[in-house]
C-alpha cells in the first residue's frame, strides 16, 4: 500500500530521528493528509489532483512489474512541478549481467516474486533517467521533468 504524505510548505514533519529514537509530534498532525491505496493500480485519485515538486520512493516499487513501473512514473511525470523529480531507491542493477549474478549468489534466498529494477532496461522507456549505484545490489534512480 501506497501511503503519501502531503506537506505543506515550510512545515517541519511530525518525528525525528534523535539518538536512536524515533520523537512523535502528535500535534502536527492535523498539518497531513494521508491516503491509502494499492500503487499497482495507480495513484489514488485524490493524489492525481496535485502536483508535486518531488515524488519519493523507497524499496517499495520493485513489488511492481516492469510493466506496471512504467505505468506508474508514466502517470507521475505529468503531475510533477517544472524542474519536478522522481527519486526511486530500490533494489536496482545497472545491467541484466549483474542482476543474473547476483541472483546467482543469493540461490534460495532470491524472492522470485519481487520484480528489481535493471536500468538500462528502464532506460529504454525513460531516456532522460540516471542511475547511482549505492552497492552492488541496491541504488538511486532521478527522473527530471525538464
Sequence with gaps: FLFPIVIPPDVVLPFSYIRGYFVYCPFLLDLFRLYQGDFSHGLV???KQLTYDAVIATYSLHHLTDTQKVR????????LKENGCVYIGDVAFATRDEWEACKAKAGDGWDETE????????????PALQFEPMS?????FTLKKN
Design 72 to 79: 506508474f512514473l508514466n502517470d507521475l511525470l505529468p503531475l
Design 115 to 126: 520484480c528489481y529494477f535493471v536500468y538500462d532496461e528502464l532506460k529504454k522507456f525513460f
Design 136 to 140: 552492488s545490489c541496491a541504488g538511486l
Design 45 to 47: 485519485p485524490e493524489l
